[in-house]
């Protein structure tokens, strides 16, 4: 059973830093892809930032050159190290795999950006 759990959520202040997590257990198989999905309340998940084992990114039009996606294959962890934060960023993040042409999701972590 493949499961994944994100970590490092949390409140933060505008203008802030926070780095979520990614961990994966229960597999030995190399995801295709890895990343990051946000779902605010009342609007729909929406593509934060991926990277492919290759190292290729993509980021969402409203993160980026704030965000940064990274990874340790070896370790089988993903990253996304938030800079800049503004409240609209407020979501719960949710970590995402795929292999095989099936998607994984970690269980979200709140992110919060208040003053």
């Known amino acids: 059973q493949v499961q994944l759990v994100e970590s490092g959520g949390g409140l933060v202040q505008p203008g802030g830093s926070l780095r979520l997590s990614c961990a994966v257990s229960g597999s030995s198989f190399s995801f295709i892809v890895m990343g990051w999905y946000r779902q605010a309340p009342g609007k729909e998940r929406d593509l934060v930032a991926t990277?492919?084992?290759?190292?290729?990114?993509r980021y969402g039009d409203s993160v980026k050159g704030r965000f940064t996606v990274s990874q340790d294959l070896i370790n089988n962890t993903w990253y996304l190290q938030m800079n800049s934060l503004k409240p609209e960023d407020t979501a719960v993040y949710y970590c995402?795999?795929?292999?095989?042409?099936?998607?994984?999701w970690g269980q979200g972590t709140q992110v919060t950006v208040s003053s």
């Open positions: 990277i492919t084992r290759s190292g290729f990114t």
């Open positions: 995402y795999a795929n292999v095989r042409s099936v998607d994984y």
